[in-house]
């Protein structure tokens, strides 16, 4: 997930709450990781009084005034949001990025990658269409506006690069706490080079409206979960104008040295209007979800 326009350095103060004192090991792993990106948070830790139920976190959610961050009793990472812990939990996804394919998942019959393939998601949110681009084996530049998803994206990608299986492709995702309109500028200003490979494909999954998941005219449409509920906090839809720049300067960075076949896919609920009411050159749909491919002729 990513807003559109770049912020000023405001430091975040994000209140962690850990399960006991045999993790301060983990609690510095984390500022490392914040120090090292250079990420704008600062953390405030905490051990937690009592045991981390549904119901303490619940009461931490709605008695704090800033973020709160949980590592429980495994370690495990997570944002409250609304009295629920969310978190990328892409060991979750293991069998969908096995199996992923053009037959199987849309995203791929829309970006039409190979493994030489160099994709930026510019929206990165929890990361999990990344993995799939990337089971592909392409190189998937994640891009994350949010410090605080930045983080947990970070962590996930540590977490599950200690388990053999999923080293490969983690070692394909690459994770930048940036803007999406500022890396694209900084993408079109280098020339192409071994070091700089021309970028195949740009994807953006932009936040919408709550109500785009639905059909305005029956109501119906797809239910929104608790990731999607979480990213609504943390960003607001663009406006038309943003939409606009949003498209223009990701269609010109696949644009970029005259690339043959460069395109933009953007990610909409099946009933949204179409990112910057411009026409996709070919689109993809099921019940739930749209894909929109913007090509470069």
């Known amino acids: 997930m990513t807003n559109l326009q770049p912020e000023s350095r405001v430091f975040m103060c994000c209140q962690l709450v850990y399960a006991n004192e045999s993790q301060q090991i983990q609690i510095e792993n984390l500022k490392a990781l914040i120090a090292e990106h250079k990420l704008p948070i600062v953390l405030e830790t905490e051990p937690s009084i009592e045991k981390l139920t549904q119901k303490r976190r619940q009461q931490l959610s709605q008695t704090s005034t800033q973020p709160i961050l949980i590592l ?12 629920l812990s969310v978190a990328p939990e892409w060991d979750k996804l293991q069998r969908r990025v096995v199996s992923a394919g053009r037959k199987s998942e849309l995203l791929l019959q829309a970006a039409k990658i190979t493994s030489d ?33 930045a983080l947990l994206l970070l962590v996930e990608q540590q977490r599950m690069s200690a388990v053999a299986n999923w080293q490969k492709l983690m070692s394909r995702l690459q994770i930048i706490h940036t803007d999406a309109l500022s890396y ?31 059909d305005s005219k029956t109501g119906k449409g797809a239910k929104v979960g608790k990731h999607m509920q979480a990213l609504h906090q943390l960003a607001r839809p663009p406006t038309s104008d943003e939409e606009q720049q949003l498209l223009q300067s990701a269609l010109a ?39 929109d491919g913007y090509f470069v002729s």
């Open 184 to 214: 694209f500028a900084s993408v079109n200003s280098v020339p192409i080079s071994e070091s700089n490979r021309a970028v195949d494909v740009v994807y953006l999954d932009p936040m919408f409206p709550e109500d785009s998941y639905q």
């Open 72 to 83: 429980d009793d495994k370690n495990a990472l997570s944002w409250l949001s609304n009295g």
């Open 117 to 149: 393939s160099k994709v930026i998601d510019a929206t990165a949110g929890f990361g999990h269409d990344s993995l799939i681009l990337a089971s592909t084996g392409a190189q998937v530049v994640m891009l994350e506006q949010q410090p605080l998803m």
């Open 253 to 291: 960075v696949v644009s970029h040295h005259e690339q043959p076949s460069g395109r933009v896919v953007v990610k909409r609920p099946q009933f949204a209007p179409q990112l910057a009411h411009q026409a996709p050159s070919e689109c993809w749909h099921n019940e739930a979800v749209r894909f």
